[in-house]
């Protein structure tokens, strides 16, 4: 039954990424979109898809190293 699940859900992911994100990937929005509670988003490395995910309304984490934070940008919380 887990396996089930697991993949049923892949399914969801799959089908919500193809409705919603992906169209917005191909035309950007000129604004960035409120994102949506319901994904839980992605990690990445790269500027560019971080910028791309965040204006589609995905939930987004630049990971970056120390040296290239902003003394005056706003931590909440360091990992």
Do not use: R
Request: with cysteine.
């Amino acid at each position: 039954i887990a396996q089930l699940q697991h993949k049923l859900l892949d399914i969801h992911a799959l089908l919500d990424y193809i409705e919603f994100v992906h169209p917005l990937l191909k035309t950007p929005p000129s604004h960035p979109l409120h994102a949506n509670e319901n994904w839980m988003g992605c990690f990445t490395k790269s500027m560019e898809v971080c910028e791309a995910l965040y204006f589609a309304g995905v939930p987004v984490w630049l990971v970056c190293s120390e040296a290239y934070i902003s003394l005056t940008m706003n931590v909440v919380h360091s990992v």
